[in-house]
């Protein structure tokens, strides 16, 4: 049975908690856009950082790039876009309504069991035009991938950073698809970001950086604390590769939906460098000072969606729990991943709680993302805390007038600690990086 948490009950909380909300809503809507809300933006900014920590910061043999979205049209010819990133398409001849030919098994709609047409090739490229002249010469494309920003960039990278191959370029950015059956909420969409490395290595050394590539992002998944049995490599089949493609992994989650992929590693060898060369009329050709020669470098490429891992972090923290005979949801997010770090809680909007509580507030900010709430019971406001998964509530109580303590509760165990106010920013600090929570045994035993 797929993951333990059905879609809706996903949607419904990202809607009502603000992590989500359909696009344009007050118009009815825009067909598969999203806009992430007040907690979306927090959790979906967490997830680049993670990511960008792992890739970029932590390592000195990775620069950063943030490239335009809109390139050369030439960059997608050269790239194979304009030619081959097309599915076929298929019509029904009743309802009219338009599927990925590979998504139809018996020749017959899925919607009203109507005749459909022969497949045609639909390109996924959004096109546009640059200046105020609607006409073939200045069309340009939204790109689909944020990839070919690091292939032309590919000199520029290597000639400012003085670095030495292996060298990889990294990005995150918008990409957009004009697919043509988006769906199951944030997983497949026509806008969305990409968080993509392009790692640039001697051919010859492809292979075994491939295989390195491979574990270590399966790994930082298990790392933020998504769950070892809901992740699993897929080798892709021959017929199945890119056309750049000597070799592919996906990542997969099992979402609601089943196994689904989540991420791709790919070994695109000397495709791009060679292609860009070609048209372009640059050599991107790498001299190698330790060899004494040059060659054009192979590429291992983890390309990975921010907004599919943010809907599979989500599913993956997602929880129903019964505690003194009552329904709480949580999200068992990883503090570092969680939207809110702490919760400043008066046990009541007292006029004597108020200034000390928004004294304590004021202290935590600059530390954390903290958030603070006095509107209804402090048992509301608890499984409100949940249910954005906010790993650390404080409850400022008359007791903390007299004593200047107030009690932390534990998001998890549901403990409760009282700690002296003036120890209370180190407390929550020593407790955020005793990462990770309960949740993942893998991470538990490794820590050990
Ligand atoms: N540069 C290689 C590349 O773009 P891809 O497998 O097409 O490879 C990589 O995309 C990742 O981007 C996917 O694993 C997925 O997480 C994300 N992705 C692709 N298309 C998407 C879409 N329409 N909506 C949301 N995420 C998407």
Redesign the pocket.
């Known amino acids: 049975m797929p993951a333990n948490v059905d879609m809706e009950k996903i949607v419904s909380l990202c809607k009502r908690r603000g992590f989500v909300f359909p696009s344009s809503e007050i118009y009815g809507g825009l067909g598969s856009c999203w806009d992430y809300g007040p907690m979306g933006v927090e959790l979906k900014r967490n997830v680049k950082d993670a990511w960008w920590k792992a890739i970029v910061q932590e390592r000195d043999d990775v620069v950063g790039l943030d490239s335009s979205i809109m390139m050369h049209p030439q960059v997608w010819k050269a790239s194979g876009h304009v030619d081959s990133f097309a599915d076929p398409l298929v019509e029904c001849k009743s309802c009219h309504l338009r599927w990925r030919a590979s998504e139809i098994n018996n020749e017959k709609c899925p919607q009203c069991g109507g005749k459909l047409t022969e497949p045609r090739m639909f390109n996924l490229m959004f096109k546009t035009f640059m200046g105020p002249v609607e006409e073939e010469a200045s069309t340009v494309y939204l790109r689909?991938?944020?990839?070919q920003g690091m292939f032309v960039n590919f000199e520029n990278a290597v000639t400012t950073s003085r670095k030495r191959l292996p060298l990889g370029i990294a990005q995150i950015g918008k990409?957009f698809?004009n697919?043509i059956t988006?769906g199951n909420f944030?997983?497949?969409?026509?806008?969305?970001?990409?968080m993509?490395l392009e790692y640039f290595v001697k051919p010859g050394t492809d292979e075994a950086w491939f295989d390195y590539w491979v574990k270590e992002r399966f790994e930082w998944y298990i790392r933020l604390g998504m769950r070892k049995e809901n992740l699993r490599l897929r080798q892709h089949g021959k017929e199945e590769l890119?056309h750049y493609a000597k070799d592919c992994y996906?990542?997969e989650y099992l979402f609601p939906m089943g196994w689904s992929?989540?991420?791709?590693i790919?070994n695109r060898g000397d495709y791009d460098l060679t292609q860009h060369t070609k048209h372009s009329g640059k050599d991107l050709s790498y001299y190698d000072g330790e060899s004494g020669t040059r060659y054009v470098p192979y590429v291992i490429?983890p390309?990975?969606?921010?907004?599919?891992?943010v809907l599979a972090f989500l599913i993956d923290a997602y929880s129903e729990e019964e505690v003194e005979g009552e329904k709480r949801v949580v999200l068992h997010l990883q503090p570092s991943l969680a939207p809110m770090k702490v919760a400043v809680l008066p046990l009541s909007r007292n006029e004597k709680l108020t200034p000390l509580a928004r004294e304590v507030y004021k202290q935590l900010c600059p530390s954390f993302m903290t958030c603070y709430d006095d509107s209804q019971s402090i048992g509301r406001r608890y499984r409100r805390q949940d249910e954005i998964g906010t790993p650390f509530c404080v409850t400022i109580d008359f007791q903390s007038l007299e004593d200047n303590q107030v009690t932390i509760r534990e998001r998890d165990s549901l403990a409760q600690i009282r700690v002296p106010i003036e120890k209370l920013e180190k407390t929550l600090r020593a407790k955020l990086s005793d990462e990770p929570f309960e949740k993942t045994p893998l991470w538990a035993t490794r820590q050990k």
């Open positions: 689909p991938e944020t990839a990409s698809r697919e988006p944030i997983f497949r969409t026509r806008e969305f970001e990409h993509e890119a996906d990542v992929e989540l991420e791709g790919a490429e390309s990975a969606g921010v907004d599919r891992s």
